[in-house]
């Protein structure tokens, strides 16, 4: 069967080649949290943060590396896009700020019902409060990211 001829709409805007940063901030699987058992583990440590915007919780063990986890109940809303919205701020947050985080323990993050109206350097600030609060973060890291991120 012929293929249909390409029309304008189906090609791609911007044409120009991808340019590669060094830095990769995707989360793949391997470093996400997906296992109930894993988020019983984390609770069960009793490690937590609270913030306005978001818990953190931290978990420890052996098979620890910065993975994430998240958590947005119907506390926040009860319209599934609002809580997939605030699953994908917490996650967005966490993969802007990971290259500044160190230690060997998995993060779980919940969010609450006023992330959906914060800003969004409101979030960062507050997620880089938390992690300091939690030893995810050093001094001088804190101040790169702060740098970074234009909060000064």
Excluded: C
């Excluded at 583990?41 to 943060?49: G, I, N, S, V």
């Excluded at 160190?102 to 109206?117: A, E, M, N, P, T």
């Excluded at 939690?134 to 000064?152: C, I, R, T, Y």
């Amino acid at each position: 069967m012929p293929k249909p001829p390409s029309r304008e709409s189906d090609r791609s805007i911007d044409s120009s080649p991808r340019q590669k940063s060094g830095l990769d901030r995707r989360l793949s699987p391997s470093q996400r949290l997906k296992r109930s058992l894993l988020f019983a583990e984390t609770f069960d440590q009793k490690q937590r943060w609270v913030g306005r915007y978001m818990v953190l919780w931290r978990r420890s063990g052996e098979d620890t590396a910065l993975r994430l986890g998240v958590i947005t109940s119907k506390k926040i809303s009860l319209r599934a896009n609002q809580r997939n919205r605030a699953r994908r701020r917490l996650r967005e947050a966490y993969r802007n700020l990971r290259p500044y985080l160190s230690g060997d323990f998995d993060v779980l993050l919940i969010g609450r019902r006023d992330l959906l109206g914060a800003d969004w350097k409101d979030i960062l600030h507050e997620m880089l409060k938390l992690a300091q609060r939690a030893d995810l973060v050093s001094d001088e890291n804190l101040k790169k990211a702060k740098e970074e991120h234009g909060m000064g």
